[in-house]
């Protein structure tokens, strides 16, 4: 079985290249929350590297979890090798970059892409967030209808679930190329979409929240469906979308955008 290369959380991870050597307490705010920290607490400061930034975060189930519908072998190729890939090519380019060390991983999507121009980072930052995002997109067990909150705005901004899974499956099989499809919040018009995005791009970017997302890159489906992506669509609506995950990011969701009448105070 393919295991995590290291345990960090995505958004924090330093990794150094001598544990004999001590984190400064003013390096980094979130390295006061590590358990490198705790670890290197009674070492040097002196000749200290930093040799990685962000982890290879593991989904929440085990690789064949997701078994008859997304194979063990798809996940030891997809998150093993490919993901993986994306995560350490990042590293090796921040490795050589002072400017864009500290960020979050959110925070740096939005650095690299650079306002339309995206800098050589980006690809890989994007890729390594939307990955992440999309294993946690699925559960085993998954599939069949939202629930509660998710449910009443999918009917409010599509009148039905049925025109919803029609128009997400369209927008996936209509989309050209590598990329992805997502479910997102859009914060201004306070209302659920379906949007696909090209490559590595990410919703975020625009300010969009997102819900749920699938990769629509060949490497996610070639080994289990061959070419047949509208095959692989459907499972993954019926099969493996996580509508728990989808539960807890639009409470949090709720939290930056109001999707209630507003509530006038009566003078
Ligand atoms: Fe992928």
Known sequence: MITCC?????????????????????????LHQSKLQKRSSDVTTRGMKVAAYYGLKTPPYELDALEPYMSRRTLEVHWG????????????????????????????LKVTY???????????????????????????????????????????????????RDKFILASISHFGSGWVWLVLKR?????????????LSPILWDDIPIICLDLWEHAYYLDYKNDKIEYVNVFMDHLVSWNAALGRMARAECFVNLGEPKIPVA
């Open 6 to 30: 290291n345990s960090l959380n995505v958004n924090s991870p330093f990794l150094l290249t001598n544990s004999s050597q001590q984190l400064k307490k003013t390096m980094h705010p979130y």
């Open 81 to 108: 090798k490919h993901h993986r890939n994306y995560v350490e090519g990042l590293n090796k380019q921040l490795s050589q970059n002072d400017i864009l060390y500290g960020h979050t991983l959110d925070e740096l």
């Open 188 to 200: 201004q018009e306070k209302r659920l979409a379906v949007i696909t995005t090209s490559n590595a």
């Open 114 to 164: 650079n306002n339309g121009n995206p800098l050589p980072e980006f690809n890989n930052a994007a890729q390594v967030w939307n990955h992440d995002f999309f294993w946690e997109s699925m559960q085993p067990g998954g599939g069949d209808m939202p629930k509660l909150g998710v449910l009443q705005q999918i009917e409010k901004d599509f009148g039905s679930f049925t025109n919803f």
